[in-house]
């Protein structure tokens, strides 16, 4: 008895609610693609490679050291005393967890600084929604679907609200 009344109720309710849907607009944009797209996130990755650059090329020298240093403890370890070649793999070994070490605080450094760059991003691109919503007349916007009708996708208009916004 109770699962036909509650089956009549959300019926009910279905059919009540189908009107209301009707005159809605819906509209749907893509966040991924209008954050990949957006000049915003061109103009933060060439500002995020710009600003690491630099401990970027220490790192990539210093692997390049490395591993010159290594070849050279392979190729003259036969020729070395005992002593010698315990310096020069403690010398190494402490080398290699300085830049173990280096490696791990750039990419932390970056990744922060990404995160940084990419919520002033989404705080702009849900603006450029709402006023995109708003000029249009749109009742609601979706974000995420498992599919959506091309005709709904407004992805493309915010990207272009984004790129005169930045102008």
Known sequence: MKKVLFSLLAASFVLSAAPVLADAKVGFVNGQKVVN????????????EKEFEKRDQELQRQAKQ???????????????????????????????????????????????RQNEEMAGIYERVNKVIKQVAEADKYDIIFQEAV????????????????????K
């Open 147 to 166: 599919y959506v009708n091309p005709r709904l996708d407004i992805t493309d208009k915010v990207i272009k609200a984004l790129g005169d916004g930045a």
């Open 37 to 48: 797209d957006s000049p915003q996130a061109a103009k933060a990755k060439k500002k995020l």
């Open 66 to 112: 490395l591993q010159t240093m290594q070849e050279a403890i392979e190729k003259n370890s036969v020729t070395m005393t005992e002593t010698d070649r315990r310096n020069k793999e403690r010398e190494f070994n402490d080398l290699t967890r300085e830049f173990q070490r280096k490696q791990r605080e750039f990419r932390e450094d970056l990744n922060l």
